[in-house]
């Protein structure tokens, strides 16, 4: 079965710092799209970046940023300049295809220290 | 321009009865997705449609089933509710599929079966 994992529960930043989360899949498909999702405390879910398992290049969008390892299946995602806005629930999920529906892992709540 | 509508909010039934709840998406997308969020499985698939047809379908009981209109908006049934179908349904909509387009998601629809 195709999987995602979200080891950690929960983690908390200082205000400012950096933090990474962390998120394992297991796919045999060699073509596949990975995104990390924020939910927010009121409910609502948004994109946050996405990554093309075809391309190297780690994907960026403004202070969050992945680390994409294929050969290990790792999709962790780096927030820089930690704001009291970013604390959230995050998912990471990935899909086979681009029809294909989306796998999310557990999700993992951040807090952000002020 | 509005974003994703689910209605009703909040919704309170007795196991064994029946629900139906309600997904409006954004204005020219043609693709619907369900998701059920509990804090012990997390986001699961339930299904999508796009046009009318039901183009990718989760893990869930024949319990479960949704439909969607000419004008995209869609709706998802639950017969026979169990103690254990409380939880957060999210719908999301998009142009298309998740890789070519973002996925905007509803608040949800938080349904409680006692």
């Known amino acids: 079965a195709q999987t995602v994992t979200q080891s950690q529960p929960e983690m908390s930043v200082q205000e400012a710092e950096t933090v990474t989360l962390s998120c394992t899949y297991d796919?045999?498909?060699?073509?596949?799209?990975l995104f990390w999702y924020k939910q927010p405390p009121s409910r609502q879910m948004i994109l946050v970046i996405r990554?093309?398992?075809?391309?190297?290049q780690n994907a960026t969008e403004n202070r969050f940023s992945v680390n994409f390892q294929k050969a290990a299946k790792s999709f962790s995602l780096k927030i820089s300049d930690s704001q009291l806005g970013d604390a959230a629930m995050y998912f990471c999920?990935?899909?086979?295809?681009?029809?294909?529906?989306?796998?999310f892992g557990k999700g993992i709540t951040l807090s952000v220290r002020p | 321009k509005a974003g994703v509508t689910q209605t009703p909010r909040y919704l309170i039934k007795t196991r064994g009865q029946q629900v139906t709840l309600s997904c409006s998406p954004i204005?020219?997308?043609?693709?619907v997705s369900w998701y059920q969020q509990t804090p012990g499985q997390g986001l699961q698939f339930l299904f999508e449609?796009?046009?009318?047809?039901?183009?990718n379908k989760g893990n869930f009981p024949g319990r479960f089933s949704g439909r969607q209109f000419s004008n995209s908006r869609s709706e998802m049934n639950v017969s026979t509710l169990e103690l254990g179908d409380s939880a957060l349904y999210l719908c999301?909509?998009?142009?298309?599929?998740?890789?070519?387009?973002?996925?905007?998601f509803g608040p949800g629809t938080r349904l409680t079966v006692l």
């Open positions: 999920a990935y899909c086979i295809g681009p029809n294909s529906k989306l796998t």
């Open positions: 796919t045999s498909e060699s073509d596949y799209y």
């Open positions: 990554q093309e398992a075809y391309k190297q």
């Open positions: 449609y796009f046009s009318e047809t039901q183009r």
């Open positions: 999301a909509s998009s142009f298309g599929g998740v890789v070519q387009y973002e996925q905007f």
């Open positions: 204005s020219g997308h043609r693709s």
